[in-house]
T-cell receptor, first 115, second 108 residues
Framework: KAGVTQTPRYLIKTRGQQVTLSCSPI?????VSWYQQTPGQGLQFLFE???????NKGNFPGRFSGRQFSNSRSEMNVSTLELGDSALYLC??????????????FGEGSRLTVL | GQQLNQSPQSMFIQEGEDVSMNCTSS?????WLWYKQDPGEGPVLLIA?????ELTSNGRLTAQFGITRKDSFLNISASIPSDVGIYFC????????FGAGTRLTVKP
């Protein structure tokens, strides 16, 4: 059974550009969450999608957005990149349905460097 | 959102020693999970706990869900070099919150 797949694994952008990251969840998982990981802030929750709807959102500016497709694949977008957006962006999927808790299974992450 | 208080931040131990780390929160969680992250990789789930007071083992790892639902601990017995990495606790209710991690170094 394939795990969570994230692409690209590494990318370098410059300030002001925008970036789109992709995540394919484990087959059968309909919930996809995104996290930003930095040495100083640890793992910070960005948002969660379930059945193409954003179910929960963390405390990030509107430059960070996401979406989920009917096949549960998800993308996140960061516009007008800032130096502080350099981080490892992790996607996680789970079997979680409405109101239930569920174990998160993480991808290997997309490491973004903003110059 | 509120993060969890995880301690210690780092540990340097000798191979064969036991390890203990814990997480506390002022909030109640329905689920506690423990993850391990190797450099350049995503976190990997080690143990999941679903009931207050629950004690669960996975090989040399043992974790407990605190009776107040506000804390959890993870023990590693007889550490080996491949235990090196960063261990994260996570508490979940409607969403999931993470501790800052415990960086474990094991000296052969």
């Amino acid at each position: 059974k394939a795990g969570v797949t994230q692409t690209p694994r590494y990318l370098i952008k410059t300030r002001g550009q925008q970036v789109t990251l992709s995540c394919s969840p484990i087959s059968g998982h309909r919930s996809v969450s995104w996290y930003q990981q930095t040495p100083g802030q640890g793992l910070q929750f960005l948002f969660e999608y379930f059945s193409e709807t954003q179910r929960n959102k963390g405390n990030f500016p509107g430059r960070f957005s996401g979406r989920q497709f009917s096949n549960s694949r998800s993308e996140m977008n960061v516009s007008t990149l800032e130096l502080g957006d350099s981080a490892l962006y992790l996607c996680a999927s789970s079997l979680r349905t409405s109101g239930d808790t569920g174990e998160l299974f993480f991808g290997e992450g997309s490491r973004l460097t903003v110059l | 959102g509120q993060q969890l208080n995880q301690s210690p931040q780092s540990m340097f131990i000798q191979e064969g020693e036991d390890v203990s780390m814990n997480c506390t929160s002022s909030s109640i969680f329905n689920t506690w999970l423990w993850y391990k992250q190797d450099p350049g990789e995503g976190p990997v789930l080690l143990i999941a706990l679903y009931k207050a007071g629950e004690l669960t083992s996975n090989g040399r790892l043992t974790a407990q869900f605190g009776i107040t639902r506000k804390d959890s601990f993870l023990n590693i017995s007889a550490s080996i070099p491949s235990d090196v990495g960063i261990y994260f606790c996570a508490g979940q209710s409607f969403d999931m919150r993470f501790g800052a991690g415990t960086r474990l170094t094991v000296k052969p």
